[in-house]
């Protein structure tokens, strides 16, 4: 059954929860499953009336499902022995210049990993969604100030996880 309120929530903020699964996941494809996953949720849920609390209802769903995958995904890691497919350079690619944006993008996933839930969703949302720090306090339900500490520090952390400082010659 159409329901025009959930289709303009759907067609106004898609992007903005994929962004977010994206984030957490670090994978289009399965961002993309999620973010069917919570508009599919949404569209079961009744009394959401208000648009701005289905939104924020939404991207929690969203949220807590890319988390479930990403458990789910490394419980299997762990099961077939940590295999993963490798992916293919784009055709007429240069394959250094794939190498390096692809090592650089895997070590900035696996800085986020080491980020918190909530610094993760407040970078995503600053940085890859261009959200300011009043929206992404009201979306997350938190005070401005709040956002701002989980964003500095989260950014804190990527820095150095993702470009830690060298060592000097005189600790090798």
């Known amino acids: 059954m159409a329901n025009p309120q959930i289709d303009t929530l759907v067609a106004e903020h898609r992007e903005t929860?994929?962004?977010?699964?994206?984030?957490i996941l670090g994978d289009r494809d399965a961002a993309t499953?999620?973010?069917?996953?919570?508009?599919?949720?949404?569209?079961r849920q009744a009394g959401l009336g208000d648009p701005e609390r289905a939104l924020a209802w939404t991207l929690r769903v969203a949220k807590?499902?890319?988390?479930?995958?990403?458990?789910?995904?490394?419980?299997?890691?762990?099961?077939?022995?940590?295999?993963?497919?490798?992916?293919?350079a784009a055709p007429g690619s240069d394959p250094v210049a794939h190498a390096?944006?692809?090592?650089?993008?895997?070590r900035l996933w696996r800085g986020m990993e080491h980020l918190s839930h909530r610094q993760r969703e407040v970078v995503v949302l600053r940085a890859?969604?261009?959200l300011?720090?009043?929206?992404?306090?009201?979306?997350?339900?938190?005070?401005?100030?709040?956002?701002?500490?989980h964003f500095r520090r989260g950014m804190a952390a990527l820095?150095?996880?993702?470009?830690?400082?060298?060592?000097?010659?005189?600790?090798?």
């Open 159 to 172: 820095a150095a996880l993702v470009d830690p400082e060298p060592e000097s010659p005189n600790q090798l």
């Open 64 to 88: 807590h499902r890319a988390l479930d995958r990403l458990r789910r995904d490394r419980r299997d890691r762990v099961r077939h022995g940590g295999d993963v497919v490798e992916r293919r």
């Open 100 to 106: 390096v944006r692809a090592e650089e993008r895997e």
């Open 132 to 149: 300011r720090f009043t929206a992404i306090a009201r979306r997350l339900c938190i005070s401005e100030g709040a956002a701002k500490v």
């Open 33 to 43: 499953d999620v973010t069917h996953e919570a508009f599919l949720a949404l569209r």
């Open 17 to 23: 929860v994929l962004r977010v699964a994206l984030g």
């Open 128 to 130: 890859i969604d261009g």
